[in-house]
């Protein structure tokens, strides 16, 4: 990634708001805009990428901040000259700079699975980000059931809220935990998270729909990752929900992405340094707290995922070898043939990939939080 000197003057420079084919939607931050007022540059411009960036294959984000030249104003668009340095990239939904995840659950329809949102809470933290927690639909549930579940997060080491979307009760105090951050929605389907984006910015939809056709046409636009403006300031991001999300951590990290642990290791330690806090004597950890078989289950899983990944990079590294000591077959015509046409099959898939890329549709592997620095 390069970067630019980021108090050089007069660079003008903006966050990415969403990809769409090779085309970067940016908002410019006001403070860095020449001071004679040019009120056509408070909307979002359609932005492409500076050719030497392209050559040099520095990619581009949603949530990038970058500095941007060749302003047109009339049209509304611009070119990326530069990206400045990440602080943090998720790979799934892939937004950079994030600052906080959001997960929304329901008090009701669907009702809250305690494992389930537990496993929500592990992906989480997972990310290394600060995670808050909403409980939604509160309008259907008794005002006992709302206490008992902030009660039992609050065990868990969150402050939960109730709110409700529909009656629009508990958003104002929420949304301020949202201002000036990037923070990304998360949370099992239907619990609410895309009627909580409305509801903070009634204006989102309509927005969307009016850049596509303006920037797409023909191309679906549904499944892409895109930061929302909140008129207070901050941008959201929505995930398309997702039921399990799957612990594949280095089970070494599990612990921490605890509360409980945390806490408890805060204040003692394990007789062993390397404690899985299973059976291990004069383990800190292991006790009577209501997540503590989340924690086994969840460990087990991140190990079994850990030997699953070890004996794929084993198996491929086998093939390749394989494929090596066979290389003598390779000169027949037949499969000279063969390997031509895979080669061919296999510059169009990346091709696809590419386009896949740039449209910033993950594909189908949205199921996922993960983080990568
Ligand atoms: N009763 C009630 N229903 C809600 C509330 N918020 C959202 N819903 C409904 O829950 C359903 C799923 O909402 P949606 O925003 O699509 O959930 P998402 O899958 O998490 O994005 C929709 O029918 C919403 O109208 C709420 O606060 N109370
Ligand atoms: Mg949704
Ligand atoms: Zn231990």
Redesign the pocket.
Known sequence: MTQTHPHASNTVRGTVLAIQANFYRVQLHPETLPTDGLDALQQPLLCTRRDRLKKIGVKVMVGDRVAVEKIDSRNATATISDVFERRNQLDRPPVANADRILL?F?L??PEPDPYQLSRFLVKGESTGLPVLVAL?????ASPSLQQEWEQRLGYWGYAASA?????N?GIQELSQHLKDRITIIA????????????RLIPQAKVRIAAVSGKIAKGRHTTRHVELFQLPQGGLLA?T??FNQPDITCDPKDLPQYFPEIRDRLATASCQFDDCWHRQEPNCAVRGDWERYEHYLDMLAEAESAAIASHHTRTQESSLKQKTKSDHRLNYEPKLEAKKYRRRSRRSQQQELQEVCESLNDPCESLSDLSQTY
């Open positions: 929304v329901s009701a329809e939604n639909k509160a309008d259907l709110v409700s979307v529909q009656q009760c949370g099992p389907s239907g619990v609410g998270k895309s009627s909580l984006i409305h929505d398309p929900g």
